[in-house]
């Protein structure tokens, strides 16, 4: 098994895989397509797992603002 940066070849992959894991969901995937398009998203921090040259796997780590309301 190879971890390696993810590339926008990748994209259509990771979609699909996510949609599985899912259980046939696409809202987890195009979270992830949503976060790529944003100033959130770190390339470096989105990788996949290849097996044999297949994606069987993905982590995205991005960019995010905590934003404390007044209790």
Do not use: P
């Not at 990771?14 to 969901?25: G, M, P």
């Not at 959130?40 to 993905?58: D, P, W």
Request: aromatic share 8%; charged share 30%.
């Amino acid at each position: 098994m190879q971890i390696r940066t993810e590339t926008i070849n990748d994209y259509k992959h990771v979609f699909n895989l996510n949609y599985l894991a899912f259980e046939k969901r696409d809202d987890e995937a195009k979270l992830i397509e949503h976060i790529r398009f944003s100033n959130c998203f770190i390339r470096e921090l989105s990788l996949v797992a290849e097996e044999q040259g297949e994606i069987v796997g993905h982590v995205l780590l991005s960019k995010a603002k905590i934003i404390r309301e007044n209790v």
